[in-house]
Nanobody, 121 residues
């Protein structure tokens, strides 16, 4: 089993930046697909970005967010720039088996506890 722990959330003004980190422990594997999702109050959890042998972004964050992976540190990062109030949500790190980055949350078998990101206008 792999465990995921996120950090790096906080309160930031619109236009600001934050970097989220997700550290994996346990039976980690560099072959896992790793992704970030987010969930705003009253909304469904949505895909933000994912990394496998390639990277995929949601259209809403393309050009502003960057996902990266350091396999030596078992860590995935999400650099978030030009933040907007609509980016406010709890951000979750997730892991899936396989090689394809999928945007469906049900296909991810392991989740972190989430970290709150709040962007003020």
């Amino acid at each position: 089993q792999v465990q995921l722990v996120e950090s790096g959330g906080g309160l930031v003004q619109a236009g600001g930046s934050l970097r989220l980190s997700c550290v994996a422990s346990g039976r980690t594997s560099s072959t896992y697909v790793m992704a970030w999702f987010r969930q705003a109050p009253g909304k469904e959890r949505e895909f933000v970005a994912g990394v496998s042998g390639y990277i995929l972004y949601a259209d809403s964050v393309k050009g502003r967010f960057t996902i990266s992976r350091d396999n030596a540190k078992n860590t995935v990062y999400l650099q978030m720039n030009s933040l907007k109030p609509e980016d406010t949500a709890v951000y979750y790190c997730a892991a899936a088996s396989g090689v394809f980055v999928v945007t469906t949350s049900a296909l991810y078998h392991t989740w972190g506890q989430g970290t709150q990101v709040t962007v003020s206008s």
